[in-house]
């Protein structure tokens, strides 16, 4: 059996950005950590998106920033300035390259496709595959997007298309969100939120072919990239052990009301790192307590009153941009969430927070 000083499970975004942070600051210097990580080759698989609010290491693998996004409702439609707070996307083919390149320079660093010949007992472990219940009761985000490239100049590449409702809900939350890379070049995605058992909301491609044909009335446009995935709206099971943080979604940096992961990430990446001398000792990072108070009250609220959402996500861009942005990513004052809930309908969270 092979013993290093840190294993990490999962070498998909929480265990590199994790395994980069600990490199660049030389804390790896005389220390062995191993990835474990199944795939056998990395190449584009997903856009991680965000509003700017911290800063990272990635800034490299940006493909796109954006000072402007909108969202319309089958009624209203809103464009929102987001100047200092930009909108990023990263091309996460780019943020694979990068990490590997550096890691594969220090002989401490190790890869193994399983976790058979390692020592757990003797390494502190960092786990980035969750663990969940099986509940069809739970909420998932899941989404199917594919970049699309048009002969001509057909989209206005300054705005994000943050959520478009104006597509068939199904008595499920069901938006498109359209990434402009270039005015010809698009990455443009059906987005649901649902019970993850309910198959019949899953005929992706159908709906992008319609979206893409009625609402913005392209013909012609070749596919160039597909992705695929689901977030879990919930929190996955996280049962303290010795040696051992889970990291990543497993170790609840998703914020539930929103799927919003990769800053969190970042975020818990650099406390790690600034504890790892101390880490068996050190508490565990997590987001703080309020906002998952508040996620789980609007998550009921989605739950009991779907139809209602549209409205409520477009009230919630009519305050302040710079309070929306910072309450959904964990960086609100008490100013910030109260001028959120004042726009919110008071009877159905009134309700939501008595459970009924």
């Known amino acids: 059996m092979k013993e290093f000083d ?3 499970i999962g070498g998909g975004c929480s265990g590199l950005s994790l395994a980069y942070e600990l490199e660049i600051h030389k804390k790896l210097e005389n220390k062995t950590l191993v990835i474990i990580e199944p795939r056998n080759e990395y190449k584009r698989d997903k856009t991680w998106s965000f509003w700017k609010t911290i800063d990272h290491n990635f800034s490299d693998c ?3 920033s954006w000072n402007n996004f909108s969202i319309q409702t089958s009624t209203k439609s809103k464009d929102v300035k987001c100047d200092n707070f930009q909108y990023q996307s990263i091309d996460s083919g780019l943020f694979y390259r990068k990490i590997n390149e550096k890691l594969k320079k220090n002989k401490n660093i ?4 399983d976790i058979k010949g390692v020592d757990t007992n003797s390494s502190f472990i960092f786990n980035s595959l969750p663990t969940f219940k099986k509940n069809h009761n739970d909420l998932w985000q899941h989404f199917y997007g594919v970049e699309i490239e048009t002969q001509n100049s057909l989209f206005n590449d300054s705005t994000v298309n943050l959520m478009d409702f104006n597509c068939e809900q199904r008595n499920s939350v069901h938006f498109f969100y359209i990434l402009p890379f270039q ?4 990455l443009i995605e059906t987005t649901w939120l649902s019970k993850g058992n309910n198959d019949s909301l899953k005929d992706y491609d159908n709906q992008i072919k319609d979206y893409i044909s009625n609402r913005l009335k392209i013909d012609n446009y070749k596919i160039t990239y597909k992705e695929e995935g689901s977030i ?4 996955p099971l996280n049962i303290k052990e010795k040696n051992k943080i889970n990291i990543g979604t497993a170790g609840g940096m998703t914020r539930i009301s929103t799927g919003y992961t990769f800053l969190n990430i970042q975020a818990q990446s650099k406390y790690i790192r600034k504890n790892i001398d101390n880490i068996k000792s050190s508490r565990i990072f997590k987001i703080k307590a309020k906002y998952k108070y508040l ?6 609220v989605l739950e009991n009153n779907s139809q209602k959402m549209p409205g409520i996500f477009f009230e919630m861009f009519n305050t302040s941009s710079d309070s929306a942005i910072k309450f959904l990513s964990n960086k609100s004052s008490i100013f910030d969430d109260l001028s959120i809930i004042l726009k919110m309908p008071k009877w159905i969270f009134i309700k939501a927070i008595f459970g009924k």
């Open 295 to 300: 996620d789980k009250i609007f998550l009921k």
């Open 6 to 8: 840190y294993v990490i």
């Open 110 to 113: 190790f890869f193994s496709k």
């Open 62 to 64: 940006v493909i796109k």
């Open 232 to 235: 879990p709206l919930f929190y």
């Open 183 to 186: 005015k010809n070049k698009a």
